[in-house]
């Protein structure tokens, strides 16, 4: 059964960092192109950070471009993202997907994980 399985969200204070991890199943990993999606409560999902599944090219939501940074580790099928300098406004559910790159320019995947939690507290 395919799975993305999300770690790594929690507290943190403005100006800080965290690292989410997604780990997927061998078969949904090698064969697409990976992602991440948040959406905060009464907000529209947006598109966050997608990166090929070769990984030499990424992709960046406007407001993250600059602080963010995805990455992926086909040995260990994990994809990360490397959140940096963060902001109250950053503050969300965090999801990671499967997708082909104009999936995720639609906001369309085919595989999703459950979620994680960030929050960034002022």
């Known amino acids: 059964q395919t799975q993305l399985v999300e770690s790594g969200g929690g507290l943190v204070q403005a100006g800080g960092s965290l690292r989410l991890s997604c780990v997927a199943s061998?078969?949904?990993?090698?064969?697409?192109?990976m992602g991440w999606f948040r959406q905060d409560e009464g907000k529209e999902r947006e598109f966050v950070a997608a990166?090929?599944?070769?990984?030499?090219?990424?992709f960046y939501g406007t407001s993250v471009k600059g602080r963010f940074a995805i990455s992926r580790d086909n040995d260990k099928n994990t994809v990360y993202l490397q959140m940096d300098n963060l902001k109250p406004e950053d503050t969300a559910v965090y999801y990671c997907?499967?997708?082909?790159?104009?999936?995720?320019?639609?906001?369309?995947?085919?595989?999703w994980g459950q979620g994680t939690q960030v929050t960034v507290s002022s």
């Open positions: 990166l090929t599944w070769a990984g030499n090219r990424t």
């Open positions: 061998e078969r949904t990993f090698r064969r697409y192109d």
């Open positions: 997907a499967a997708s082909t790159m104009s999936g995720f320019r639609v906001g369309v995947a085919d595989y």
